[in-house]
Nanobody, 122 residues
Framework: QVQLVESGGGLVQPGGSLRLSCAAS????????TAWFRQAPGKEREGVSC????????FYADSVKGRFAISRDVAKNTVYLEMNKLKPEDTAVYYC???????????????WGQGTQVTVSS
């Protein structure tokens, strides 16, 4: 059974850091592109970052470029999102997803996790 499980969310002060994990089971995570999306209350889900299956190329939304880093541990079948210099506007539920596509369009991804809450507040 294909499953994605996110973890690592929580409450952090502005300027702080968190590392999110996306653990996959039922398939090798590096077989597909993996992306992180987020959805803030009252807003549409938006793409944050993705990592390619083939060469590990990465891509970031402008809003997180320079602050967030996506990586993959093949042995652990897990993708990470390192988030630094967090801002209140980063508050959202963060989802990981896998699929045969590439980029930050939701339609390119067909397996989704349940999400993990990130709250940035003092």
């Amino acid at each position: 059974q294909v499953q994605l499980v996110e973890s690592g969310g929580g409450l952090v002060q502005p300027g702080g850091s968190l590392r999110l994990s996306c653990a996959a089971s039922g398939f090798p995570l590096d077989y597909y592109a993996t992306a992180w999306f987020r959805q803030a209350p009252g807003k549409e889900r938006e793409g944050v970052s993705c990592i390619a299956s083939s060469d590990g190329s990465t891509f970031y939304a402008d809003s997180v470029k320079g602050r967030f880093a996506i990586s993959r541990d093949v042995a652990k079948n897990t993708v990470y999102l390192e988030m630094n210099k967090l801002k209140p506007e980063d508050t959202a539920v963060y989802y990981c997803a896998t699929g045969p596509g590439w980029g930050l369009r939701m339609n390119d991804y067909d397996n989704w996790g349940q999400g993990t809450q990130v709250t940035v507040s003092s």
